[in-house]
């Protein structure tokens, strides 16, 4: 039974590994039955085993249920929320506290875009609680924090949050932070500062911080998704204040920038900022051309060679 329960963790992780690669090449879209794979046998209960095989195991579980709801969250599966709860539950099970809070910031991101403002809140709050947090994981704690306030409205308390996180940048990178943490930076929290000012009804000022979050992200190796990500989100900031220069040069870049990045997610969000744009009733002509090239992104099948995994934003 202890070889048995060894080798189906490292069946699990081997699994992990293949299915971020997938994901990485083909986009969520097209790696949500993988997902859905990997996260059923993560859920088959472990055979009998000692002690600390058993805690290996239920880190290879919770390893696998992590990267299978990240990826279905990419497709827009139903599914995505519960197997994230499992990873945490999983963690916490094997005692692996990275883990535990690296589920716990997706499980609040999930939520905020699920519109479950309070869940969200009360995720982020949780892993706030707790002593002994590493910096860099702080850091992107209050980040969800401070966009599910502002979603709720609470720009005093989002403002806070997101001035505290961005304090914090500068001394919170330390050896007790965990390896998931490599991409929580000055872009990331530039580019939640965009999206909570703009929740709170600040687009120019929006815009500003996420124009400032591509030109640092899409400097990075690997940077090309998040990059993706903040400049679509640029897109419904310009539409929303009318700085339609500034809509139209993002709009013209959409295209290079989306060459080779395979994300469910990003043409998701990229259809919501053109809808918004669509709607703009003084957007002139060329803007709307320029969204009829971007808009080609966003009605793409996945699939083909990408870029590099970057970031989770």
């Known amino acids: 039974m202890t070889a048995s329960a060894r080798r189906r963790a490292e069946r699990l992780r081997a699994r992990s590994r293949l299915l971020v690669a997938h994901d990485t090449a083909r986009g969520g879209d097209a790696a949500a039955d993988a997902a859905l794979a990997l996260w059923r046998a993560a859920r088959r209960p472990h055979p009998p085993a000692p002690a600390r095989l058993k805690r290996d195991l239920a880190a290879a579980r919770a390893e696998a249920a992590e990267v299978a709801g990240w990826v279905l969250f990419d497709a827009g599966h139903p599914g995505a929320r519960r197997a994230t709860r499992e990873a945490h539950a999983l963690a916490a099970e094997a005692g692996d506290t990275a883990m535990d809070a690296f589920a716990l910031t997706n499980l609040a991101l999930q939520e905020l875009e699920a519109g479950r403002t309070g869940t969200a809140r009360a995720a982020a709050a949780e892993l706030l609680e707790r002593p002994g947090l590493s910096g860099r ?42 390896a998931w943490t490599w991409w929580v930076d000055e872009g990331e929290v530039l580019g939640h500062r965009g999206l909570a000012l703009l929740a709170l009804g600040r687009p120019g000022a929006a815009l500003e911080a996420l124009l400032d979050a591509v030109a640092l992200v899409e400097a990075q190796p690997n940077g090309a ?21 500034e809509c139209a040069a993002v709009l013209a870049r959409i295209p290079a920038a989306a060459a080779g990045v395979e994300s469910a997610r990003n043409r998701r969000r990229l259809r919501v900022a053109l809808l918004r744009l669509e709607r703009a009733p003084r957007a002139p002509g060329h803007v709307r051309e320029l969204a009829r090239g971007a808009a080609r992104y966003a009605a793409a099948r996945p699939g083909g060679p990408a870029q590099a995994e970057s970031p989770r934003s």
């Not at 806070?160 to 330390?174: I, K, M, N, Q, V």
């Not at 998704?225 to 220069?245: E, M, N, T, Y």
């Open 137 to 178: 994981t702080a850091l992107l704690a209050r980040v969800r924090l401070a966009r599910a306030l502002a979603r709720g409205g609470a720009a005093g308390a989002a403002l806070a949050a997101l001035g505290r996180a961005r304090a914090a940048l500068e001394d919170s990178r330390t050896a007790r932070d965990p």
């Open 225 to 245: 998704r998040g990059a993706l990500f903040h400049r679509v989100s640029a897109v419904g900031a310009a539409a929303a204040a009318g700085a339609w220069p």
